[in-house]
């Protein structure tokens, strides 16, 4: 049977889009408090403000004019990448791994001319990718040098991690490890692979590509049944503390772990997916009717990390 | 978190409201609950004609004012005479009148009358007991004992004129009766027996109607009180109560016709049945009687023609929140499907569907070339809303020389939607390759069947044109919606692998 009954979701604690929306969204994330997150320059500087890493500003352009000056821009870089400061959905996303005498290169090796870089800008600063179709700014970022313990598990991009933190309590993560299906970007309805992740430990639980389980990552047939994601502790107490900074109660959380850098937060997500679940195999809403039902005076950072790390472990299911 | 009771109650409130009002002008105006209902009609003239004596004449004439009939139109055809209508309501009466008549003189008199059913005549206060008849002396005791023998087998003022007309129409007559038969009509042996006992009865004057019926006559009948009800006896053809084809032209006590200089004067009728739309009616109803109250039939035409479109928009938008909300089907752009649904109303299915087609595949051709050129937003979309007019101009000239008449409804397209909708597939294109796109514009299509199947029902058309109330429910069921934390019906195949291993 390819449907299942709804008492049977709800039996596994699965939350809908209905729900999230209503209940969740509607209910613990304030309006007013959206541009923090929906605007990745007002993101990117609350984070400074609040010592959380990001990655680094290489410059932003607001006017169709300024176009021009992105070569000089990134004249010194290696890399970078380009994106709507109010893009969603990882739409508008533009990622260049190498530049060669005026030339540059995607992650997969096609190449981009700076005419079709220039043509992606002034689409964005038009407000192409924008929620609502507003204008837009161009965000262009420092390309991130991931770390290496993740090579060999994603193939062209650099994989992030996901963490839902509710009411500041990280409640459920994974890991989105970019494909060639989804061109080196880590959103999963793009294709990447997600897998989701043990709260207590960064040890990986269960994986999915499509919505569909997967054991091997399908470019790089690494085997997603026995990672850890390093520095777990400081990702989940970014995660936590993203909480404060932004005062969203239902929120999501990308991270990725830069070399150099350590984890750095990458943008934050006032209407976090649902596939979340599927990768970790199992529903949120237990834990989200748990925090829910939490009372008591409010908890530092530290003391909600620890209480997740007890509460929201889960076993592997691979 | 706050209560929800408030608005659950605003709901109910929009739901009730929004039907009770529907049915009311449904039930109160006539409006068909179904489209295309017939009702039956009558058309009535009465010729008044008399003869003048060379001297001033007027011509006091009753006209309907039967519950069971509507006037729907009436008019009065009388060369030479000055007319006016008294609008009383218990006795409407028509007056001719002239300087000089001499002579044959007709007068005419015309109206259309609709049956409403309502066959009962309510008393309009407890009418006064009537002075006892007295009877001539060879009668009374004839009289006397029939109406004693009667009363003593009856309990009602009903049953005892039930029982006295199957008397007078006994085939088997007492001698008593046969004596009082042969000086008196029936119906005014009827009126005095009952009046001898004190029971209120009164004599009116019914017209038959029958189709295509000329120089008919007014009947006479009599009218039983009982229990603030006028009881209709048919003395002659011994029955009790009415049906729908008997109209009581007078049944307040007055005279029908009444003529001051003329005589020879009387009524004839003639009469004629005819089929009509019955929302045509209730339209015309409610025209005469000023209470079109938030009837949009007020309006000139053409905005009444444009509001059938607007007013189909709630439909549309029903079954897109539905689509999306508990089957969750993904559709590019919001609304476009219904703004894509109401010119399919226009255009017809399946025109619509190969219409739109062409127009999206070709603008998407157009765009990739304009892609290239590196243009800003605003100028591309007008550039392809420009080139969608070219194309649309286009596919109509060909058509046209084809003869394909149906190609020409192409232009109900609405363009700027079109332009933005290739230009989110483009970029759709792009971004995530053609099969998204085909995914997206097939489910915009499919809502956009789905919206059109539902707007263009004729049931649909009607009952959102005349029971406004319908909006409220619309609204109400809107806001249910909007409420549904369930699961969408595409969840249930998308969360299926989180209960497979359970």
């Given at each position: 049977m390819k449907y299942a009954w709804p008492w049977e979701l709800s039996r596994s604690g699965v939350l809908n889009m209905n729900r999230r929306n209503i209940s969740y969204i509607g209910r613990y994330n304030q309006r007013k408090f959206y541009k923090r997150v929906d605007d990745k320059l007002i993101t990117k500087q609350l984070a400074l403000a609040n010592n959380i890493a990001v990655p680094d500003l290489i410059g932003v352009v607001h006017?169709?004019?300024?176009?021009?000056e992105i070569p000089a821009m990134v004249s010194d870089r290696t890399g970078f990448v380009i994106k709507p400061?109010?893009?969603?959905?990882?739409?508008g996303i533009m990622v260049i791994t190498k530049v060669n005498n005026g030339c540059y290169y995607k992650p997969n090796g096609h190449e981009v001319t700076q005419n079709e870089i220039y043509r992606h800008v002034s689409n964005i600063l038009s407000g192409l990718f924008s929620l609502g179709g507003k204008p837009d700014v161009a965000i262009v970022e420092g390309l991130i040098e991931f770390d290496p313990v993740f090579e060999g598990f994603s193939y062209e991009g650099v994989p992030d991690i996901r963490l839902i933190v509710f009411k500041g309590f990280p409640v459920m993560g994974m890991l989105r490890l970019s494909t060639a299906a989804s061109d080196g970007k880590a959103n999963l309805h793009q294709g990447a692979v997600g897998v989701g992740l043990?709260?207590?430990?960064?040890k990986s639980l269960h994986a999915v590509q499509f919505d569909l389980p997967v054991d091997?990552?399908?470019?790089?047939?690494?085997?997603?049944?026995n990672m850890t994601v390093p520095h777990w502790e400081t990702l989940l107490h970014t995660a936590s503390s993203a909480y404060e900074m932004c005062e969203l109660g239902y929120l999501g959380t990308d991270m990725v772990l830069d070399k150099?850098?350590?984890?750095?937060?990458l943008e934050l997500n006032a209407?976090?997916?649902?596939?979340i679940q599927i990768a970790n195999g199992r529903g949120i809403l237990p834990r989200l009717k748990h925090v829910e039902a939490m009372k008591g005076p409010a908890m530092s950072v530290e003391e909600r990390v620890a209480y997740a790390k007890k509460h929201f472990s889960s076993n592997p299911k691979f | 978190m706050h209560s929800r009771k408030p608005f659950y109650i605003f709901v109910a409130l929009l739901f009730i409201i929004g039907i009770s009002t529907s049915i009311y002008r449904g039930i109160e105006?006539?409006?068909?609950?179904?489209?295309g209902e017939q009702v039956q009609s009558w058309a009535v003239d009465a010729k008044v004609s008399f003869v003048g004596s060379n001297q001033p004449a007027e011509v006091n004439f009753s006209l309907p004012n039967d519950p069971?009939?509507?006037?729907?139109v009436e008019n009065a055809t009388s060369p030479g005479y000055g007319l006016s209508i008294s609008n009383d309501v218990s006795n409407r009466r028509a007056i001719w009148s002239i300087r000089e008549a001499s002579g044959p003189q007709a007068l005419y008199y015309r109206v259309t009358l609709v049956p409403t059913g309502k066959l009962d005549i309510q008393a309009t206060g407890t009418p006064m007991v009537p002075e006892p008849y007295l009877w001539p002396a060879t009668e009374k005791s004839a009289a006397d004992q029939v109406i004693e023998d009667v009363w003593g087998r009856s309990a009602t003022n009903l049953s005892f004129a039930q029982q006295l007309m199957n008397l007078i129409n006994?085939?088997?007559?007492?001698q008593n009766m046969a004596l009082l038969l042969s000086a008196n009509t029936s119906t005014n042996l009827f009126v005095q027996m009952l009046h001898s006992k004190g029971v209120p009865a009164r004599i009116v004057n019914g017209l038959q109607l029958e189709d295509q019926r000329r120089r008919q006559q007014l009947t006479s009948y009599v009218q039983v009180y009982n229990n603030g009800e006028w009881v209709l006896f048919d003395i002659p053809n011994n029955k009790k109560g009415r049906d729908n084809?008997?109209?009581?032209?007078?049944?307040?006590?007055?005279?029908v016709l009444d003529v001051m200089g003329g005589i020879n004067s009387q009524v004839n009728f003639s009469m004629l049945q005819d089929t009509r739309s019955a929302l045509a009616t209730s339209i015309d109803m409610m025209m005469n009687d000023d209470?079109?109250?938030?009837?949009?039939?007020?309006?000139p035409l053409e905005e009444q023609s444009l509001f059938k479109g607007i007013l189909l928009i709630p439909i549309g938008v029903l079954v897109v929140v539905f689509l999306r909300v508990i089957v969750g089907i993904k559709t590019s752009g919001t609304f476009m499907p219904v703004l894509i649904a109401l010119a399919f109303i226009q255009t017809t299915l399946l025109t619509g569907l190969i219409g739109f087609l062409l127009i999206v595949a070709f603008g998407l051709m157009i765009r990739s070339y304009l892609s290239?050129?590196?243009?800003?937003l605003i100028s591309r979309i007008s550039a392809v809303i420009i080139v969608v007019i070219f194309i649309i101009g286009l596919f109509t000239l060909i058509s046209f020389k084809l003869g394909l008449?149906?190609?020409?409804?192409?232009?109900?397209?609405?363009m700027i939607i079109l332009a933005w909708t290739i230009e989110r597939m483009s970029i759709l294109w792009e971004e995530e390759g053609p099969k998204k796109v085909f995914v997206s514009g097939g489910g915009s299509l499919f809502v956009a069947t789905l919206a059109y199947l539902a707007m263009d029902n004729q049931l649909v058309q009607h009952w959102v044109f005349n029971f406004l109330g319908i909006h409220l429910v619309i609204l109400a069921l809107v806001l249910v919606m909007g409420q549904y934390t369930g699961y969408r019906l595409t969840e249930l195949k998308r969360f299926k692998p989180l209960v497979g291993d359970k």
């Open positions: 006017e169709q004019h300024k176009i021009q400061a109010k893009g969603s959905g990882g739409k043990d709260i207590a430990t960064g091997k990552h399908p470019d790089t047939h690494f085997p997603l049944n150099n850098k350590g984890p750095l937060l209407r976090p997916g649902l596939t | 105006h006539n409006v068909p609950f179904l489209p069971a009939f509507d006037v729907l006994d085939s088997e007559q007492s084809t008997l109209v009581l032209w007078e049944y307040s006590g007055h005279s209470a079109l109250d938030f009837s949009l039939y007020q309006l290239t050129l590196n243009l800003l008449s149906e190609g020409l409804t192409i232009t109900f397209f609405p």
